[in-house]
């Protein structure tokens, strides 16, 4: 998916002193021994050339229909190779309508003709979803019937998949242009639905991964009062820090959702953008990675990443560099259809996530298809899971202790609705829980388990060489359980109660 843009980061730093000063193109010879393949090398070189050289004559373009573009103003600052867009005919955008009636083949629409939208299937009092893909990606891609069939599957919705695979399998630079056209005519469509068929635009839903998202942005500008806007993990490189009017923005539609999940530096190679761009900006699990994705992508860049030009990425590579990035896309699919309610909570960091101290604001919000729904608006975190199902339920446990230990703390919860898995509530390494210092925890559990009624813990002691300087038996002092779900606390009764090594020991909720 990110095949040039990591090419290109390097290119440029080479292709630096390449200015446009007074409008002259300048190139600067530079040595390299490449170890890739030679044409390769030479012609992703020929190509990016090209396009510094038909930025450096021209400053705006006019296609027909979909109007004009400049490269000037605010489009050409954190772009350090700036281009103008393709034509529609070269990005050769193609927009196909699912409903209940054609759940499977789809039917296609233009935003130039009138006759095959009054063909279709397509009815303007329902609400429409489109779906936008992103950076080398299609609207053929497995993520975009998964989600077209939870959605109809969900509700009975017009779903328009807008692929424009040709414009987005060029160079990052030009792709990230290639946005404004497409965004254009996603707009000319809805304006299409509402002069022929009598839609409204605050039924409208455009959901988009990565550039897909800022394609979204681009045709919520052009529209009056369009409805909502979903930015899946929306694409960073050239569009974080700019004016809002390059990329996404709160004021693109009346509710603009953001689900961040792969930001960071660009020493991180993050995809995503970091700043929060919408009504609501979720983080997931702080939003810079996600739990079962790689921690970090640098090794795997060196390596493999310039001397292959990343153009010819396998599993592996793949899952390094967009695992994160792409996890966006399935809690979105998940929240659909979820009877797990995916809700969030206003942090402004991660540490405080962890710690559990956003949870008792009661102004949450819910990451996903039903965000809409809550109230919690700005920053946002919630936790997950590192496989699917990711969403989980959150609690908070506070524990003192009458004792030194160090080790691993284990808890079951039981409740009116069931039991939950026995859960690590520490993490990976063991943890020193000194006398009477408070510990709490933000634990996730599968499922809902309705009113607490009981907890059994046990304790683990650490196998480390100084694990003989800490005892075996662990003596409470306090324990309480706060459900972020449903803000309640609860209190157990365990002051002086004794916890045997690797013995676990049920308590009851206080009443």
């Not at 809902?448 to 694990?467: A, N, P, Q």
Request: glycine residues 8%.
């Amino acid at each position: 998916m990110l095949s040039d843009v990591f090419f290109v980061f390097w290119l440029v730093t080479e292709l630096n002193s390449a200015t446009n000063i007074n409008n002259h193109f300048y190139l600067r010879c530079f040595y390299f021994k490449p170890t890739m393949n030679a044409y390769l090398f030479l012609t992703t070189v020929i190509g990016i050339t090209l396009h510094l050289c038909q930025a450096f004559l021209n400053d705006s373009i006019c296609f027909k229909e979909v109007g004009c573009f400049s490269k000037e103003g605010p489009f050409s600052k954190h772009r350090p190779i700036n281009v103008l867009p393709d034509s529609p005919e070269e990005i050769q955008t193609q927009f196909f309508l699912f409903t209940r009636s054609n759940r499977l083949e789809p039917q296609i629409l233009k935003f130039n003709d009138k006759e095959f939208l009054k063909k279709s299937n397509f009815v303007a009092s329902k609400d429409t979803k489109f779906i936008i893909h992103g950076y080398r990606s299609s609207g053929q891609k497995t993520w975009t019937k998964q989600l077209t069939s939870e959605l109809l599957k969900h509700g009975d919705y017009n779903v328009i998949v807008v692929d424009w695979s040709p414009g987005a399998r060029s160079l990052y630079p030009k792709a990230a242009s290639n946005t404004r056209v497409v965004g254009a005519e996603v707009s000319l469509l809805i304006n299409l639905m509402i002069d022929l068929m009598g839609a409204m635009s605050q039924k409208m839903h455009l959901i988009g991964h990565s550039l897909g998202a800022h394609v979204s942005g681009y045709a919520g500008k052009r529209l009056n009062k369009l409805g909502r806007i979903t930015g899946l993990d929306p694409a960073g490189p050239y569009f974080e820090k700019t004016d809002s009017v390059v990329r996404l923005d709160r004021a693109d539609a009346l509710f603009v959702d953001v689900i961040h999940t792969d930001t960071g530096g660009l020493l991180d190679f993050a995809i995503g953008i970091q700043q929060p761009i919408g009504h609501l900006d979720v983080y997931a699990n702080g939003g810079q990675y996600q739990p079962g994705c790689p921690i970090s992508k640098i090794p795997g860049s060196i390596i493999k990443g310039i001397s292959h030009l990343l153009d010819h990425l396998g599993k592996e590579m793949k899952h390094t560099f967009l695992c994160s990035h792409r996890r966006a896309q399935v809690f979105f699919i998940e929240s659909v259809n979820s009877g797990c309610p995916f809700h969030t909570y206003p942090c402004q960091n991660y540490s405080q996530l962890e710690k559990a101290n956003c949870l008792a604001r009661h102004d949450m919000g819910r990451l996903g298809f039903h965000s809409d729904k809550a109230s919690g608006r700005g920053v946002h975190m919630l936790k997950t899971f590192a496989d699917a199902p990711y969403c989980g339920y959150h609690y908070r446990l506070n524990i003192t202790g009458l004792s030194n230990i160090m080790g691993k703390i284990f808890v079951t919860l039981k409740g009116t609705k069931g039991e939950t898995q026995v859960t690590n509530v520490v993490g990976k390494r063991s943890r020193l829980l000194a006398h009477n210092i408070p510990f709490a925890s933000l634990f996730l559990v599968h499922k809902d388990i309705g009113e607490l009624e009981s907890v059994s813990v046990s304790y683990v002691k650490t196998k480390k060489i100084l694990g003989f300087i800490f005892s075996s038996d662990w003596t409470l002092g306090s324990l309480n359980i706060f459900s972020g779900e449903t803000h309640k606390m609860y209190r157990f009764s365990v002051k002086n109660a004794v916890i045997k090594a690797k013995t676990s020991r049920t308590f009851k909720v206080m009443d």
